[in-house]
């Protein structure tokens, strides 16, 4: 694969850093289990061995993720490395002449092990037994799990979340407030845009749940500012939003709790399109309350109708330019880019998998800056 391929393709600052690391962390791997051997220096027996060994066990979203990520390593390197992997119908077809079948491999780590819906019990008692801790990683679980099953934001979206709250207009039912979002997918193509808007009336959330929301953004925003510093000053493992402290702060309350399903932050985004199809939306609309470029995404991969609420409005609405923009993306004339963006396929796990121990000074260079979105100030 040529490394100027896809050098175009702009990432933020975070996944550029979150692929090398995950790159990196591969390659040591291999030099760990072949005695030290570096990867650069037998290419054909690395690529054998990520494709046959490494992603054989492991599910399709977790093969995406590492693909991806080696992807980018090889596309930042360019000319300074010699390392390549197959891909689309040169992957099929070198499996098929190996006689491997992905459609029976075992699924590790990947999101078909993981909850895709939350019920209002479990909501309760797990945020009762996250709240009992002095932990601020254990209240700020609790947090993103009300938030997600109420505006469906990725964990790491609140982040870059913006409130905006306006007088109330004379009819009460009217929407008054607005949640601006950075859709985090849409550097890979995966989504109808850079942002997406959430219109919403305070009289159709509860205001203690809307507390909890603000409480959350602002926390993810501190949270994010301070390991933005951190990787700053050197500290190259920083977590880019501190997830990995509120997801095993979830995993000991579960635990606590004796839940067997493994309910994770991205549950109550299941939990949200659950709850929209139920309310009887459209795919087009709930694309647009996701973030997702496909209108069949959420269809195929999220929360079923039969776990979400019935009898009761979402409390949410999409924009009626974002909905335009889903329909336009699922034309009949862009089915081609509809296909490419369902074959890449959504990542539910919103998890990390791989530890950073592979070195490489050049590495650490800033991606080039991706083209900036409207402002939600």
Same mark, same amino acid.
């Given at each position: 694969?040529?490394?100027?391929?896809?050098?175009s393709?702009?990432?933020?600052?975070?996944?550029?850093?979150?692929?090398?690391k995950?790159?990196?962390?591969?390659?040591?791997q291999?030099?760990?289990?072949? %005695?030290?051997?570096?990867?650069?220096?037998?290419?054909?027996?690395?690529?054998?061995? +990520?494709?046959?060994?490494?992603?054989?066990?492991?599910g399709?979203?977790?093969?995406?993720?590492?693909?991806?990520?080696?992807?980018?390593?090889?596309?930042f390197?360019?000319?300074r490395?010699?390392?390549?992997?197959?891909?689309?119908?040169?992957?099929?077809?070198?499996?098929? %002449?190996?006689?491997?079948?992905?459609? +029976?491999?075992?699924? /590790?780590?990947?999101?078909?092990?993981?909850?895709?819906?939350?019920?209002?019990?479990?909501?309760?008692?797990?945020?009762?037994?996250?709240?009992? &801790?002095?932990?601020?990683?254990?209240?700020?679980a609790?947090?993103?799990?009300?938030?997600?099953?109420?505006?469906?934001?990725?964990?790491?979206?609140?982040? *870059?979340? !913006?409130?905006?709250?306006?007088?109330?207009?004379?009819?009460?039912?009217?929407?008054?407030?607005?949640l601006?979002?950075r #859709?985090?997918?849409?550097t !890979?193509?995966?989504?109808?845009?850079?942002?997406r808007?959430?219109? +919403?009336?305070r009289?159709?959330?509860e205001?203690?749940?809307?507390k909890?929301?603000?409480?959350?953004?602002?926390?993810?925003?501190?949270?994010?500012?301070?390991?933005?510093?951190?990787? !700053?000053?050197?500290? $190259?493992?920083?977590?880019?939003?501190?997830?990995?402290?509120?997801?095993?702060?979830?995993?000991?309350?579960?635990?606590?709790?004796g839940?067997?399903?493994?309910?994770?932050?991205?549950?109550?985004?299941?939990?949200?399109?659950? #709850?929209? @199809?139920?309310?009887?939306?459209?795919? &087009?609309?709930?694309?647009?309350?996701?973030?997702?470029? /496909?209108?069949?995404?959420?269809?195929?991969?999220?929360?079923k109708?039969?776990?979400g609420r019935?009898?009761?409005?979402?409390?949410? $609405?999409?924009?009626e330019?974002?909905?335009?923009?889903?329909?336009?993306?699922?034309?009949?004339? #862009?089915? @081609? *880019? @509809?296909?490419?963006?369902?074959? !890449?396929? $959504? #990542?539910?796990?919103?998890?990390?998998?791989?530890?950073?121990?592979?070195? %490489?000074?050049?590495?650490?260079?800033?991606?080039?800056?991706?083209?900036?979105?409207?402002?939600?100030?």
């Amino acid at each position: 694969m040529k490394g100027s391929d896809h050098q175009s393709q702009a990432v933020t600052p975070e996944t550029h850093h979150s692929y090398l690391k995950r790159a990196r962390s591969i390659l040591r791997q291999f030099s760990q289990a072949h %005695d030290g051997v570096d990867p650069e220096e037998e290419p054909e027996w690395f690529e054998s061995w +990520f494709n046959n060994h490494f992603l054989a066990e492991r599910g399709k979203a977790t093969q995406r993720q590492y693909r991806a990520a080696v992807r980018y390593y090889i596309e930042f390197r360019g000319g300074r490395t010699v390392l390549s992997i197959r891909e689309g119908k040169e992957q099929r077809e070198w499996e098929s %002449d190996r006689g491997i079948d992905r459609r +029976f491999t075992k699924p /590790s780590g990947t999101s078909s092990g993981k909850a895709k819906h939350i019920n209002p019990r479990e909501l309760v008692s797990l945020c009762g037994a996250l709240r009992s &801790t002095r932990s601020k990683s254990a209240h700020l679980a609790a947090d993103l799990l009300i938030a997600g099953c109420q505006f469906g934001l990725r964990p790491s979206e609140w982040a *870059e979340a !913006q409130f905006t709250f306006f007088d109330r207009p004379t009819d009460a039912t009217e929407c008054d407030s607005r949640l601006v979002v950075r #859709n985090a997918k849409a550097t !890979q193509g995966r989504s109808f845009g850079s942002h997406r808007t959430l219109h +919403f009336s305070r009289g159709s959330i509860e205001p203690t749940d809307l507390k909890v929301c603000m409480r959350c953004n602002l926390a993810m925003k501190v949270r994010a500012l301070k390991r933005r510093r951190e990787r !700053q000053s050197g500290d $190259e493992d920083a977590d880019p939003c501190g997830l990995r402290a509120i997801q095993q702060s979830l995993a000991r309350a579960r635990k606590l709790r004796g839940y067997k399903r493994k309910i994770t932050l991205y549950s109550a985004r299941h939990q949200f399109a659950a #709850n929209a @199809k139920a309310a009887g939306l459209k795919p &087009t609309v709930i694309a647009a309350l996701m973030g997702h470029g /496909s209108d069949e995404t959420a269809a195929q991969h999220y929360g079923k109708r039969r776990s979400g609420r019935r009898g009761r409005a979402l409390g949410v $609405e999409p924009s009626e330019e974002d909905v335009e923009a889903v329909a336009a993306m699922n034309a009949p004339d #862009n089915s @081609k *880019e @509809k296909d490419s963006s369902k074959n !890449q396929g $959504e #990542n539910t796990d919103g998890e990390n998998h791989a530890e950073d121990n592979y070195s %490489d000074d050049n590495l650490m260079m800033d991606p080039p800056s991706p083209s900036s979105g409207p402002s939600t100030s």
